[in-house]
């Protein structure tokens, strides 16, 4: 049977347009999705909208839509900019899609009927925006302290409560033990130790249900309440397998994730899926944040940055370069227009660029005959840096071939070399430049392919320069 590769972004909320925070998990995964294909494996890519909850129909409310006309439009700024990323989703999940709607349904009767699904009235806050409950000691100035200018709701309820608090014992094993038949890994280590932590402080039972929100999915036994949305929203990553027929996809080989939702995505996901006899993912990896010029990325700011800019900027690969460069893989990582700039630059205009314009020039004046035939494979650099999503390193393995490459022409200098000398330089220098663009091909598609193509024999030619200078 051929190998299996599942991976998943966040399902971004939409009350927001795309950003540059969005943007960078979502080509992360698209990375890992090429890099897995390239290998010969099956792979599905899924990303989608969460278009439930309070939040949403807040927003929608405020352009004076329906949360129904308000996500289909929002939505659709999302799914449309992806292709324009080349980001090869296989599938686009939206939480508002009846198939994915009737499959949480299901997935929560199961888990009512084995009985871990009880009633119970919910006293406390809750904040819109995080759409999360939050206790008093959560709480700074009585605010929550991610939206200080948003009140908390206080709110008090009969709610359904899923028993968390039973599965903790066997979460913490199934993290711990390699050999657990539930395990699965929490990425980076000190985000496992987090999740560790906490668990072993112990954690109440959590609410899954609405009392008061309307734009949800309707419990199944109880249509007076709607389905908490962050149930509704992690249920997606098995519904978009099931809504496209796809479930020997099935148990995902990694969820990426900003830091900020790992709970959900390591701890609460986990148990509602042992509960509901489902294997479980087998990696949760969760990266840092961006911030802009030392600040947080935020409106009010208005130091946000979108996905449309940096490709009008640095086109698609010039974009994607810049984000996987500057990934937060385990701490957070300050990006900004001028590091940018620089950075476009610097490795892709006079590095990359100006490596294959030189060496293309010369093999087309010497008319330099060259014969591709070897076969390729990634370097083991790439493959370990992509294998622990730290593309950083992947790239900076990239790069430092660039660079010596760009040195030994500087120090042998071939405009100056004949006959077999010159040629010889040139031949090795074509191979390099094609194992180059060989490892670039997750990161790069467009260009790799472009340089491929170049440098495949018999006659090298020149071509306009892949980077222009900014
Ligand atoms: N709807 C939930 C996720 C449900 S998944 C079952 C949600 N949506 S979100 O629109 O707020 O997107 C959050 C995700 O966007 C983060 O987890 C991260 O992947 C990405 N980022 C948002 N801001 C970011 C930065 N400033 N930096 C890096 N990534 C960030 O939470």
Redesign the pocket.
């Given at each position: 049977m051929d190998k299996k590769f599942y991976v998943t972004?966040?399902?971004?909320?939409v009350n927001?347009i795309p950003?540059?925070?969005?943007t960078?998990?979502t080509v992360v995964a698209d990375i890992l999705a090429r890099y897995h294909k390239l290998l010969g494996e099956e792979v599905f890519f899924l990303t989608g909208t969460?278009e439930h909850g309070a939040k949403v129909a807040e927003a929608a409310a405020k352009e004076g839509l329906t949360p129904q006309e308000f996500t289909d439009r929002v939505s659709k700024t999302f799914s449309d900019i992806w292709p324009k990323l080349n980001i090869g989703n296989d599938y686009f999940i939206r939480t508002t899609n009846p198939g994915h709607e009737k499959i949480v349904q299901d997935l929560l009767e199961i888990i009512y009927k084995k009985g871990d699904i009880y009633k119970a009235k919910y006293e406390g806050y809750y904040c819109i925006g995080c759409?999360k409950f939050v206790t008093e000691t959560d709480l700074v100035n009585n605010r929550c302290p991610y939206h200080p200018n948003k009140e908390v709701v206080k709110q008090s309820e009969d709610n359904y409560f899923f028993r968390l608090s039973k599965y903790v014992p066997i979460l913490i094993r199934a993290i711990e033990d390699k050999n657990d038949p539930h395990h699965y890994e929490i990425l980076p280590e000190g985000k496992k130790s987090e999740v560790l932590a906490r668990l072993k402080t112990g954690v109440n039972d959590t609410s899954i249900s609405r009392a008061e929100v309307s734009w949800g999915i309707p419990v199944p036994w109880d249509k007076s309440q709607t389905i908490y949305?962050?149930i509704d929203?992690?249920i997606?990553?098995y519904s978009a397998l099931k809504i496209n027929h796809q479930e020997s996809f099935w148990p995902a080989d990694i969820h990426?994730?900003?830091?900020?939702?790992l709970w959900?995505?390591a701890v609460i996901w986990e148990a509602l899926l042992i509960s509901a006899g489902i294997p479980l993912p087998k990696k949760v990896f969760a990266?840092?944040?961006?911030?802009i010029d030392g600040q947080?990325?935020s409106k009010s700011l208005g130091n946000v940055i979108s996905p449309k800019e940096l490709l009008e900027k640095f086109g698609v690969d010039g974009a994607r370069y810049l984000i996987s460069t500057s990934f937060?893989a385990l701490e957070?990582s300050d990006i900004g227009w001028n590091k940018f700039t620089e950075k476009y630059n610097a490795d892709l205009a006079n590095g990359l660029g100006n490596l294959v314009a030189r060496i293309a020039k010369l093999c087309e004046k010497a008319n330099t005959p060259f014969s591709s035939k070897s076969s390729l494979h990634f370097t083991k650099k790439v493959e370990e840096g992509i294998k622990d999503v730290r593309l950083d390193k992947a790239l900076d393995s990239i790069w430092s071939s660039i660079n010596d490459e760009n040195k030994r022409i500087n120090q042998e200098r071939p405009w100056e070399l004949e006959g077999e000398k010159l040629e010889n330089f040139l031949i090795k220098s074509a191979q390099t430049i094609r194992q180059i663009a060989f490892d670039l091909q997750p990161f790069l598609p467009q260009t790799a392919e472009k340089i491929l193509e170049q440098f495949k024999g018999p006659k090298i030619k020149s071509a306009p320069p892949l980077f222009p200078r900014i």
């Amino acid at each position: 049977m051929d190998k299996k590769f599942y991976v998943t972004t966040p399902i971004y909320y939409v009350n927001d347009i795309p950003h540059i925070g969005h943007t960078c998990t979502t080509v992360v995964a698209d990375i890992l999705a090429r890099y897995h294909k390239l290998l010969g494996e099956e792979v599905f890519f899924l990303t989608g909208t969460d278009e439930h909850g309070a939040k949403v129909a807040e927003a929608a409310a405020k352009e004076g839509l329906t949360p129904q006309e308000f996500t289909d439009r929002v939505s659709k700024t999302f799914s449309d900019i992806w292709p324009k990323l080349n980001i090869g989703n296989d599938y686009f999940i939206r939480t508002t899609n009846p198939g994915h709607e009737k499959i949480v349904q299901d997935l929560l009767e199961i888990i009512y009927k084995k009985g871990d699904i009880y009633k119970a009235k919910y006293e406390g806050y809750y904040c819109i925006g995080c759409e999360k409950f939050v206790t008093e000691t959560d709480l700074v100035n009585n605010r929550c302290p991610y939206h200080p200018n948003k009140e908390v709701v206080k709110q008090s309820e009969d709610n359904y409560f899923f028993r968390l608090s039973k599965y903790v014992p066997i979460l913490i094993r199934a993290i711990e033990d390699k050999n657990d038949p539930h395990h699965y890994e929490i990425l980076p280590e000190g985000k496992k130790s987090e999740v560790l932590a906490r668990l072993k402080t112990g954690v109440n039972d959590t609410s899954i249900s609405r009392a008061e929100v309307s734009w949800g999915i309707p419990v199944p036994w109880d249509k007076s309440q709607t389905i908490y949305v962050w149930i509704d929203a992690l249920i997606n990553y098995y519904s978009a397998l099931k809504i496209n027929h796809q479930e020997s996809f099935w148990p995902a080989d990694i969820h990426l994730l900003g830091k900020e939702i790992l709970w959900f995505h390591a701890v609460i996901w986990e148990a509602l899926l042992i509960s509901a006899g489902i294997p479980l993912p087998k990696k949760v990896f969760a990266h840092g944040f961006y911030t802009i010029d030392g600040q947080k990325m935020s409106k009010s700011l208005g130091n946000v940055i979108s996905p449309k800019e940096l490709l009008e900027k640095f086109g698609v690969d010039g974009a994607r370069y810049l984000i996987s460069t500057s990934f937060p893989a385990l701490e957070d990582s300050d990006i900004g227009w001028n590091k940018f700039t620089e950075k476009y630059n610097a490795d892709l205009a006079n590095g990359l660029g100006n490596l294959v314009a030189r060496i293309a020039k010369l093999c087309e004046k010497a008319n330099t005959p060259f014969s591709s035939k070897s076969s390729l494979h990634f370097t083991k650099k790439v493959e370990e840096g992509i294998k622990d999503v730290r593309l950083d390193k992947a790239l900076d393995s990239i790069w430092s071939s660039i660079n010596d490459e760009n040195k030994r022409i500087n120090q042998e200098r071939p405009w100056e070399l004949e006959g077999e000398k010159l040629e010889n330089f040139l031949i090795k220098s074509a191979q390099t430049i094609r194992q180059i663009a060989f490892d670039l091909q997750p990161f790069l598609p467009q260009t790799a392919e472009k340089i491929l193509e170049q440098f495949k024999g018999p006659k090298i030619k020149s071509a306009p320069p892949l980077f222009p200078r900014i």
